[in-house]
């Protein structure tokens, strides 16, 4: 396998399909603010973030807004990469946005005090590389958090939250369409991140389940 020519699972996310998520996920900012909110109540203030896979952006914005963080975001779409910075530059934050996979990390060792993925994780073609590259990249005592779709979410529940996501008809039923479709499908069960997790550089994590979603916490010992 080819990874650094393909570091993801299924359609690319770059040109039109790019901008047609980056469109429809910023209608609905609540779960990015939730996410950076949980990353405040456990990471230092003056830590130096990296959000793998940040897309256009969002949640990257919502942590640099906090004040607190040196933000780093890395991407293997390069239109992500464009569109995070055009978000950023209108937000008036400062981001270290970056063209790069997630399995084979530009960074140098112990660049990051925390690291985390949101959404992307389940669509990485080598998860297992990208777990041991974030934990290289991480200081010694760093963290980082894994937060991605759980295999068993009820459908009920992933149809309120595309209801949630303020859509029009139409993208409210490609939406939906995706999630039972595709996502859930490449979604990893509890038991195979665990497993990935103690098979990783971490040697082991632990899991927290958020809604549909869940949490995968990494630490890397000092």
Not at 20 to 33: D, E, P, Q
Not at 83 to 94: D, T, W
Not at 105 to 134: R, W
């Amino acid at each position: 396998m080819n990874t650094e020519a393909k570091g993801y699972k299924g359609l690319g996310m770059e040109g039109p399909v790019a901008t047609w998520y980056a469109r429809n996920t910023g209608r609905n900012l609540k779960r990015f603010v939730d996410v950076a909110r949980r990353v405040t109540e456990r990471v230092p203030a003056g830590s130096r973030v990296l959000e793998v896979a940040p897309g256009p952006g969002y949640l990257a914005i919502e942590l640099a807004k906090t004040g607190r963080y040196r933000v780093t975001g890395i991407d293997i779409s390069r239109t992500f990469v464009r569109i995070a910075g055009e978000n950023a530059s209108r937000a008036g934050v400062e981001i270290d946005f970056r063209h790069g996979n997630a399995s084979r990390m530009p960074f140098a060792d112990a660049s990051f005090d925390h690291v985390l993925c949101m959404a992307a994780f389940k669509n990485f073609a080598d998860p297992l590389g990208a777990l041991d590259e974030m934990q290289r990249v991480l200081a010694p005592g760093g963290t980082a958090s894994i937060h991605d779709l759980r295999k068993d979410a009820p459908l009920e529940a992933i149809d309120e939250e595309v209801r949630s996501m303020n859509l029009s008809r139409v993208s409210a039923a490609m939406t939906r369409w995706t999630f039972r479709h595709m996502l859930l499908k490449r979604a990893y069960p509890r038991e195979e991140l665990l497993d990935m997790a103690a098979r990783s550089r971490f040697g082991g994590g632990e899991l927290h389940e958020q809604g549909i979603g869940l949490e995968l916490r990494l630490a890397k010992r000092r």
